[in-house]
């Protein structure tokens, strides 16, 4: 529900704020005091376009803020969560448009673009009226109407996942036509790829292990005269750390016999001689088997001259060398069993395909019913709203198609006709409808707007309304062109929708405003030479003084008075 409305610098509106509560809200005053205005702001929090026009003149920028509660809107949750805005359990959505033409968007303090905003708007509220913003004139929401008002949801996802698996497994099969097209035109060159490669045979971590050993071939004669002069060093020369070392050993021990605060460093040194003999040791070894190969060398050379250019042909690195043969290996080895794997799946795909026609009919039978009894209680509602021979119809058809191409999956067979698939099922659903005798009925977005077309919006609002989850009703003057009994009925219907959902409406009709569960009268007022629009809820006794003004006029009796008592339902106040 709309708990909040705040309106800053908007058109006539200087600064206002309205709070909302449950039920049937109802907003009257005299005509050009700027109720209509108060829906325009309303309208640009649920995404409808702005022009600099509105914003008031002298200032900067208008704002216009609303506060929802979203407790019970799954679908806005969904939409928040989709969008990663946070998750509160009141919306505050705020709109500010600039005198210089720049929009902006806000959500909880988030910016948003106006698209989203839109879109949020479309999961709140429902505004009737003159406006743009009606749900059931747009014919890609008739069909979630009727599954709704035949609770048909289960139905519905039964069909969507089978109709999913449908997609994925055609969506394989072609994919799979394709490869088999582009490895026809490709196949030579993946197989003049593969020998190639093949006759380098490259191994994972090759190149390392070459570049390590040719580095060490290359660097051989250091190697050589490096190590033999260490070894010298250490355990060969004249003045060889192996003979000084002994030699302090046993300096040590000589010392350790005077004083045996040298025997740990006896022993240390006896540590640090054998260290030095067994470094003495590895470094011989190492120096006699180093290698002079010539031609070992100029092998590693030729075969990572062999691997670099792979690399360069295939990927820059051996490891997508490898891989890309592995790929057109896989590939090539594919296409030599094309024929039996599409088979098999083109089966699956068929499989499938029948399992979705099953379920489409099924659900399409079920939408037929459940528009049949649309039809008639809309039929029914639409004479109490003074519509007496209206004829309403929810027509369901299927987009027959021709011939598909191969691997297209949007469709089924339904008896002999082969039938366009959507989310949904195989229907096309649009509601259809006449108000006077004798004429065709024609789609409800074509009708006429007006008095009329608000009356048919509210027909069908109530008989949705259970399974209708807009939670916000807005009705803009739908009292046009009805009076006495069909007014009475009209405000009846409104008061019952108000059961399901927060209703607002603007009516100048005292039937309709008598029933309000809470009751607003919108004014202007003049200071200095500027003209201000406000609003103010009414206690009781302003209620009643304001249906006796809609009954008889600006001169309020007593008789008009206890006609409006009478009109509302309650007793004298004091």
């Keep these: 529900m709309l708990k909040t409305l705040f309106i800053r610098n908007y058109a006539l509106i200087d600064e206002l704020t309205v709070e909302f509560s449950n039920g049937l809200v109802i907003i009257t005053g005299e005509t050009g005091a700027g109720k209509s205005i108060i829906i325009d702001a309303l309208s640009l929090i649920i995404g409808e376009r702005a022009s600099t026009d509105v914003v008031r003149t002298g200032t900067e920028k208008g704002i216009v803020e609303g506060v929802f509660s979203t407790a019970a809107n799954k679908r806005l949750k969904a939409l928040l969560q989709l969008n990663e805005i946070e998750l509160t359990d009141d919306l505050i959505v705020r709109r500010e448009v600039s005198a210089k033409g720049q929009n902006r968007c806000f959500v909880n303090d988030s910016p948003v673009t106006l698209a989203l905003m839109k879109h949020m708007g479309e999961v709140l509220v429902d ?14 929401t008739h069909i979630g109407m009727v599954d709704d008002f035949g609770g048909l949801d289960g139905s519905v996802t039964e069909f969507q996942t089978s109709y999913r698996k449908l997609k994925d497994l055609t969506a394989q099969l072609q994919g799979l036509c394709e490869l088999e097209q582009q490895l026809r035109e490709k196949r030579d060159l993946y197989e003049f790829q593969m020998q190639e490669i093949d006759a380098v045979s490259p191994q994972q ?42 030699q302090a050993r046993n300096q040590l021990r000589e010392l350790a016999e005077i004083d045996k605060v040298f025997d740990e460093a006896a022993k240390e ?72 794997v ?28 459940t528009g049949k009894k649309i039809d008639k209680a809309i039929v029914t509602e639409l004479t109490k709203l003074g519509i007496q021979n209206g004829t309403f119809r929810t027509r369901i058809d299927q987009e027959e198609i021709p011939g598909p191409s191969d691997g297209e999956f949007r469709y089924a067979s339904i008896g002999k006709k082969r039938v366009e698939l959507n989310d949904r099922g ?138 409006a008592r009478e009109l509302m339902n309650v007793g004298k106040v004091n």
Excluded: W
């Design 269 to 340: 040194s006896d540590s640090a001689e054998a260290i030095v003999s067994e470094l003495a040791k590895f470094v011989q070894r190492y120096s006699a088997g180093v290698e002079f190969n010539p031609e070992r060398l100029e092998g590693l050379r030729q075969r990572l001259g062999q691997l670099s250019l792979l690399k360069k042909k295939y990927g820059g690195s051996l490891e997508a060398v490898i891989a890309h043969r592995e790929k057109i290996g896989q590939e090539v080895s594919l296409a030599e069993n094309f024929d039996e």
């Design 127 to 140: 505004l009737h009226g003159q406006h743009e913003h009606q749900s059931l004139l747009h014919v890609e």
């Design 342 to 369: 599409i088979r098999k799946l083109s089966e699956q795909v068929e499989t499938q395909r029948k399992e979705c026609g099953v379920l489409a009919q099924r659900l399409s039978a079920k939408r037929k019913d």
């Design 426 to 563: 195989c229907d096309v659903v649009e509601f259809y409808i006449s108000t006077n005798l004798g004429e065709e009925v024609k789609p409800l977005a074509r009708v006429a707007s007006g008095g009329e077309i608000s009356r048919i919006m509210l027909a069908l609002k109530s008989i949705l309304a259970k399974s209708d989850r807009l939670p916000v009703l807005i009705f803009d003057e739908i009292d046009v062109g009805v009076s006495g009994r069909v007014a009475q009925a009209v405000g009846l219907s409104l008061k019952s929708l108000s059961s399901f959902h927060q209703v607002i409406a603007i009516t100048h009709l005292p039937q309709i405003a008598g029933l309000a569960d809470s009751h607003f009268v919108v004014y202007k007022s003049e200071d200095g030479d500027r003209a201000r629009t406000s609003i103010r809820k009414l206690s009781l006794d302003e209620r009643i003084r304001e249906v006796a003004k809609l009954m008889s006029g600006e001169r309020v009796t007593e008789a008009g008075l206890k006609g």
């Design 205 to 246: 971590g090759e190149e390392e292990h070459l570049e390590a050993e040719m580095k060490i071939l290359e660097n051989a004669e250091k190697l050589s005269g490096a190590t033999g002069k260490l070894y010298e060093l250490l355990y060969e020369g004249e003045q060889s750390v192996r003979d000084m070392l002994v």
